[in-house]
């Protein structure tokens, strides 16, 4: 089975600070979703990668898929209070999600003023 | 994005009692829906896969006693948990996929059983 694991597991920044999330795959990624969390709440969707070496990009979060689709990363530029939350990575089977998705363990960030 | 709908967002009830949530696709025709669980610090596990009009299918581990899900209709399943107990208190969220695509999420059900 796939299994998501994700770093940091949690991550405090000062508020206007870039930073990075990772997000490492055991087995080929065929669709790479992230999502933004707040607690106790739903799930909003961030973006989804499929193609090897694809990177896209919406306001101020860019995520990259490597060339071998084995590893993911999320980049948040000039950081807000507003980008605090927890963002999950979730993998497809290659069904584009019609078999579920496979969730790593998430990275808790919390951003200081 | 297409909008899925899940209600209650929070419910409460008692001990041996059981809870129905439902998940609704409102503007498009979910043929699966899925259910997962949050447990704290193993981010979202899927417990259950269905079909419009079939059966469900369960992950490994989970009761399907316990938790009964039914997807009568191509806009709405409901996940009943049954008899629940202070161990099933967690935070279950649905998503709804039109066949090959994207999966879309709803708000989420966070669950207390006192």
């Known amino acids: 089975s796939q299994e998501l694991e994700q770093s940091p597991q949690s991550l405090i920044v000062q508020e206007g600070k870039n930073l990075t999330i990772n997000c490492t795959s055991s087995?080929?990624?065929?669709?790479l979703y992230w999502y933004k969390q707040k607690y106790g709440e739903g799930l909003i969707f961030l973006m989804m990668?499929?193609?090897?070496?694809e990177e896209k990009s919406h306001e101020k979060i860019t995520a990259k898929l490597d060339e071998k689709k084995q590893q993911s990363s999320l980049h948040i530029t000039a950081s807000q209070p507003s980008h605090a939350g927890i963002y999950l990575c979730?993998?497809?089977?290659?069904?584009?999600?019609?078999?579920?998705?496979?969730f790593g363990k998430g990275t808790h960030l919390i951003i200081q003023p | 994005g297409a909008v899925v709908s899940q209600h209650p967002s929070r419910v409460i009830c008692k001990s041996g009692t059981s809870v129905k949530i439902e998940c609704r696709s409102l503007?498009?025709?979910?043929?699966?829906m899925f259910w997962y669980r949050q447990f704290p610090k193993k981010s979202l596990m899927l417990m259950a896969t269905?079909?419009?009009?079939?059966?469900?299918?369960?992950e490994q581990g989970v009761e399907k006693d316990k938790f009964l899900i039914n997807h009568a209709s191509l806009t709405l399943s409901t996940l009943t948990v049954t008899s629940a107990h202070p161990e099933d208190s967690s935070f279950y969220i649905c998503?709804?996929?039109?066949?090959?695509?994207?999966?879309?999420f709803g708000q989420g059900t966070r669950l207390t059983v006192v």
């Open positions: 503007d498009f025709q979910a043929t699966t």
């Open positions: 998503s709804a996929s039109a066949g090959f695509t994207e999966a879309f």
């Open positions: 087995k080929t990624l065929y669709g």
């Open positions: 979730g993998a497809d089977g290659g069904g584009g999600g019609a078999d579920g998705l496979t």
């Open positions: 990668l499929q193609k090897g070496g």
């Open positions: 269905s079909n419009e009009g079939s059966k469900a299918t369960y």
